[in-house]
């Protein structure tokens, strides 16, 4: 099968890591993969060693020019299917059926309101809370919407992961004997750190060695309203704010506790990452979290905005030490449950030849080379397995 990965994203966010471990993903499963992008992005440069394909587009919708060539290249490599990410991305798609027949599948990454939805031919939504938003926000027939979870890294456990938790700690500031908080994705609005520095004053009393790890990548205006706040608290010495981080195993190995408190997450893929890890999680009762997290079991679910029930929530796993082990053996049941690697690319096989049928009304080609095995172990272009938010 000719298939085209479309991202528009110049940098990294979860959208752009999902649509790279696709395209890796069916690559390996032999098919000719094309991933479309503007050129010296994040994602171009992962692509080295690796069977996919790179053609670079500025994605421009006005003039016609890019959906002029896009629409005849195209044509010419006798594409089956087009798989758009990212809003420019979805509407450079959405567009280009007014020049090809092509069929043009569509990933929801979001839940915000847009009507190109309704063009697609068909909407793989990341979560049930995202699949419930485009049928009754934009309109998606609930025929043409799907929901397939992301792919995340099933990255067995190291002999040595004691070792590397340590040297992750000594690196970043840390004590060995800290409880310490991870906090993971853009530190921007959305994520609502604010609501756990709220929480911090309360978590300290009931816990004196609880620390926060801030990962991500930064929103200037944000950053300068937490860092006011903390320093209004005297908490420089609990928080630490820590860049982009590649190996996001090895980060969540590192941490006792995962903290997802957004005011809206269409899935939030950080939980089941730290639930791979053996780690329980406290979040926010909203959008997909509700999805993955399961409330007493593998973490707690609190009131979104609630600094008193969130301090309350992570106070009670770190004074109970038994009771964090079984919400991490839990959590990691749950994610191996949730997240088969395998099927998913699989998913997307037959979600691409289904619409290929009812689009060009013809079939499409198999693929060449088939594993032989079932594994959940998917390439990653070369740089440890990731995740991260847009």
């Known amino acids: 099968m000719k298939i085209v990965q479309l991202i528009s994203g110049i940098g990294v966010n979860g959208a752009v890591i999902q649509c790279l471990r696709l395209a890796e ?19 171009q440069s992962q692509l080295p060693g690796t069977n996919v394909k790179f053609r670079s587009s500025d994605l421009q919708r006005w003039p016609f020019n890019d959906l002029r060539e896009m629409a005849r290249w195209v044509a010419q490599e006798r594409v089956d299917i087009v798989h758009t990410h990212n809003t420019s991305g979805q509407i450079f798609g959405a567009m280009l059926k007014m020049f090809t027949k092509i069929p043009v599948v569509a990933t929801a990454h ?8 309704m063009l697609k031919d068909f909407v793989i939504a990341n979560s049930d809370h995202t699949r419930g938003i485009e049928i009754g926000w934009n309109r998606v027939r609930p025929r043409n919407i799907e929901t397939v979870r992301a792919l995340i890294d099933h990255a067995p456990i190291p002999e040595n992961s004691q070792q590397l938790r340590d040297r992750w700690r000594q690196e970043h500031g840390f004590q060995k004997d800290d409880k310490l908080i991870g906090i993971v994705g853009d530190v921007c609005p959305r ?19 609880a620390k926060v790890a801030v ?8 950053m300068q309203r937490l860092r006011a706040g903390i320093e209004q608290l005297g908490l420089e010495n609990e928080f630490r704010f820590i860049d982009f981080q590649y190996d996001i195993p090895n980060m969540m190995r590192a941490i006792d506790l995962l903290v997802a408190c957004p005011t809206q997450e269409a899935f939030g893929l950080t939980p089941p990452e730290a639930m791979a890890a053996f780690k329980p999680v406290v979040a926010t009762r909203v959008g997909g979290l509700i999805e993955s997290v399961v409330d007493g079991e ?13 301090s309350s929530a992570v106070a009670k796993v770190f004074e109970n030490d038994d009771l964090a082990e079984q919400m991490g053996v839990a959590g990691r049941a749950r994610f191996l449950e949730m997240f088969d690697n395998y099927s998913n690319v699989i998913r997307h096989e037959d979600i691409y030849t289904d619409v290929a049928r009812r689009v060009l009304r013809r079939d499409v080609a198999k ?24």
């Open 25 to 43: 993903g069916l690559a390996k499963r032999g098919h000719d993969v094309t991933l479309v992008a503007r050129n010296n992005s994040w994602i």
């Open 110 to 117: 979001h839940t915000k309101l847009h009507a190109y939805w």
């Open 191 to 209: 994520k609502n750190h604010l609501l756990l520095l709220k929480a911090m004053p309360q978590i300290l009393r009931r816990v004196p060695n």
């Open 215 to 222: 990962i991500g990548n930064r929103c200037y205006w944000y």
């Open 298 to 310: 593998t973490g707690y679910l609190v009131p979104s905005n609630n600094a008193a029930a969130l």
């Open 367 to 390: 693929p060449v080379s088939l594993p032989t095995r079932k594994s959940n172990s998917l390439p990653t272009a070369g740089v440890p397995p990731m995740v991260y938010h847009r």
